[in-house]
Every structure is written in C-alpha cells, then in structure tokens.
C-alpha cells in the first residue's frame, strides 16, 4: 500500500476511534444520569413505605399520647396526637388535603405503586445503556489491538 493511502487509512482509523471514544463517554454520562436518578427514586419509594408503615401503626396510637413527629430532614418534636384518624396528605403543586387514614395509606400506595413501575423502566433503561457501553467499549478495545 502506498504511503499515501496508509497514511489517510490511518487517521480515518484514527477518525472512527475518537467517534467511537465519544460515544463511550457519552453513553457512560448518560447511564450515570439514570443511576443518580434512579438512587433518588429509591429513596423516595423508601420514603413512602416508612410513611405508609407509620400510619398503618397510628391506630395503636391512642388520641392524647405523646410521640416524637418528624419535622423533615432527620429531626422531630414531641408532639400530642390530637387525631388518629385523620392526616394531611400532599397531593402537589404545594397542595394539602384532609384524607382519612385509609386514604392517605390508599394514595400513598398509589404513589408507590406508581414508582415502582417507574424504577422498572429505569432499570430497562440502565440495562440497554449499560449494554450499549459494553458493546461500544468492546470494538473500541479490538480495535486498539489490530492497530
């Protein structure tokens, strides 16, 4: 092969490599992007099952008892239970309302169930990235080897 041609097979070898490499790094933000997201799904469904778990166990709560309430963010208060069947469930938008405790345990399961689906489609898109990547780092690795 004249040198020529060598030489411009090389840099379009060159050309695909760093095409390929990009792909990689955007692949591997982009699979990043959907963990990140999909650990702040975790937490939040964790979240809602504590809740949910806290307002099943209100009904040994007897009206008058004293309790440690969370007030967010890992501190509480001691506070006196003045309702036991009814709670403040947020609905959005900074929106409140007045549900009874088997409605705000039937919406916050909704919200659950809602979430979960959720984590299942981002798991199918972190595995198809996650392939897509292997896939991609692979020729990238071959392709070094034959140079």
Do not use: C
């Amino acid at each position: 092969m004249p040198k020529k041609q060598a030489s411009k097979k090389a840099g379009e070898d060159d050309k695909e490599l760093q095409k390929k490499y990009l792909m990689l790094q955007i692949l591997k933000q982009q699979l990043s992007a959907l963990l990140e997201e999909k650990n702040a799904l975790n937490e939040k469904v964790a979240e809602i099952a504590t809740t949910i778990q806290a307002l099943e166990k209100l009904a040994d709560v007897k009206k008058g008892e004293e309790m440690w309430s969370s007030l967010g963010s890992g501190a509480f208060a001691r506070s006196d239970i003045k309702d036991t069947e009814n709670v403040l469930v947020a609905v959005g938008a900074g929106v409140v309302v007045k549900e009874t405790k088997e409605r705000g345990i039937e919406i916050l399961k909704l919200r659950l169930d809602h979430l979960q689906k959720l984590d299942a489609e981002l798991v199918a898109e972190i595995n198809k990235f996650g392939e897509q990547a292997a896939n991609v780092e692979e020729e990238l690795q071959h392709a070094v080897a034959n140079r």
